[in-house]
């Protein structure tokens, strides 16, 4: 039987339950927190995981620096010295010592973990399954499924967030970023795969803030992603057109094949998502505010969270979860929201600005939420000084509120 710290049985008591630890939706969290609960031993717990999907495959890839330390290291199959970002003026393009932008595709996360699981013998995977409202009683969760009613003592949601931007009137500032990728193969040589292109702001400005994304992976192959942080999310075509135009005129393609596509809509609010919806209920990933409101970042975050909500189970079968960031890392990206909600238009300048300005691991830490206040208060400097101190007033007192 497990026991609380405060001897309260974790376990439903008059019910079977169909495992110790549930977790709704095997995407990126439910997957990185079953890791991190197997990698320090189940002790004898059951873990159960329920996903509608029926397989897994490459459909994304992640990015990030490789500034913060993660088990998935050697799945890392690009990383680029330089990178460069450009709005109405030449590249701005940068590089510092040590300093990587690293690629890991999702394909080679999915299989690596799901090894692991299915050799751990107190874990089950059940895919095909979808999940509905987890209803929660004085001493367990209990969730309909369409493969029948599951019952535990606590469960983590780790189901998308809705699609829509939200936020509260005149509270909070809320946009989406969403964005679709080609995958492309070019008939001829095209690309410098030394140099990863992280923002183009050298198209036209409509949908809201656009920028184009491109990672070479080698002369004739690259990922192109069109990126929008907008409020609502356009018709397919818009991203047809402006990925097929962006191909030809931008990459000087012609022709070229499409091997993979990626698509997403990533929340950027600085609502306050809570991880704790109840006693035994826990959102995580997207929908437990994991990605960084003001980039979309989520990998790295969700690493660190599932490390140390692991680690606090060990000690306690209801514990308080990590925060996945500060409540001054919160401010800082609600302010920058705040801006970019007011001065859209100066967006892209104010961005390619930052790239410009700010040394190279100081806005790296920055963008993965590892800066200490005074080197994010560096990086702000570098932001247009009178709008930006007017959102930190302004922030600060919707913060107060
Ligand atoms: C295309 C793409 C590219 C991205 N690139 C980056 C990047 O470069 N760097 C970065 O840091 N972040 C990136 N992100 C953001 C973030 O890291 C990912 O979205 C990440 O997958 C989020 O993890 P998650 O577990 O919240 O969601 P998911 O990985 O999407 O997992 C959610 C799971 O819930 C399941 N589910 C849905 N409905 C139900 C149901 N009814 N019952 C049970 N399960 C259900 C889904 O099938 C899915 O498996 C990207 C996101 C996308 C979409």
Redesign the pocket.
């Known amino acids: 039987m497990l026991l609380r710290r405060d001897g309260r049985s974790a376990r439903p008591s008059g019910a079977l339950s169909d495992a110790d630890v549930l977790i ?7 997957l990185s927190l079953a890791w991190h609960l197997v990698e320090r031993g189940l002790g004898g717990r059951r873990l159960l995981l ?4 029926t397989e897994y495959g490459r ?6 620096w490789n500034v913060v330390e993660h088990p998935f290291e050697d799945l890392v199959t690009k990383r680029w010295s330089r990178w460069r970002v450009r709005h109405d003026g030449p590249w701005v393009e940068r590089s510092a010592d040590g300093l990587r932008y690293e690629h890991l595709p999702s394909d080679a996360f999915y299989d690596r973990v799901l090894a692991r699981l299915r050799a751990e013998p107190g874990v089950e995977l059940r895919l095909g ?4 409202e987890i209803v929660e009683h004085a001493d367990g969760v209990r969730v309909e499924t369409s493969g029948g009613t599951l019952r535990a003592p606590i469960a983590f949601d ?3 967030p809705p699609r829509r931007a939200a936020s509260r009137p005149g509270r909070d500032v809320a946009f989406l970023q969403h ?1 679709e ?1 080609w995958q492309i193969e070019a008939d001829r040589d095209a690309f410098d795969p030394t140099v990863a292109t992280l923002m183009d702001f050298a198209v036209p400005q409509k949908h809201g803030v656009h920028f184009f994304y491109v990672l070479p992976y080698g002369p004739r192959r690259a990922l192109v992603e069109a990126t929008w942080f907008g409020t609502e999310v356009p018709g397919d075509d818009v991203y047809e057109t402006a990925l097929v135009r962006y191909i030809r005129e931008s990459l000087g393609v012609t022709e070229w094949r499409i091997t993979d596509r ?3 809509v ?1 929340p950027m609010s600085a609502e306050p998502m809570p991880i704790r919806l109840s006693e035994r209920v826990y959102r ?4 437990g505010g ?2 960084k409101p003001s980039t ?5 975050a ?1 690493q660190t969270f599932s490390e140390g909500m692991a680690a606090r189970l060990d000690h306690d079968t209801l514990p308080e979860p990590p925060t996945p960031r500060t409540p001054f890392q919160l401010f800082q990206d609600r302010v920058f929201l705040s801006y970019l909600s007011r001065h859209t238009s100066r967006m892209p300048a104010t961005l390619v600005g930052l790239f410009e300005q700010v040394e190279p691991k100081l806005l790296a830490r920055f963008l993965s939420d590892r800066s200490s206040p005074t080197n994010a208060l560096e990086v702000m400097a570098a932001m247009p000084i009178r709008a930006m101190t007017a959102e930190t007033l302004r922030s600060y007192r919707l913060w107060l509120r």
Not at 284 to 287: D, E, H, N, T, Y
């Open positions: 709704v939706g095997a995407g990126c969290a439910g329920v996903d509608p999907r459909d994304r890839t992640w990015c990030f399954t979808s999940a509905g780790s189901r998308p964005f990728g990626e698509a997403g990533i995580i990933g997207l929908g994991m990605a979309g970042y989520a990998f790295q969700i």
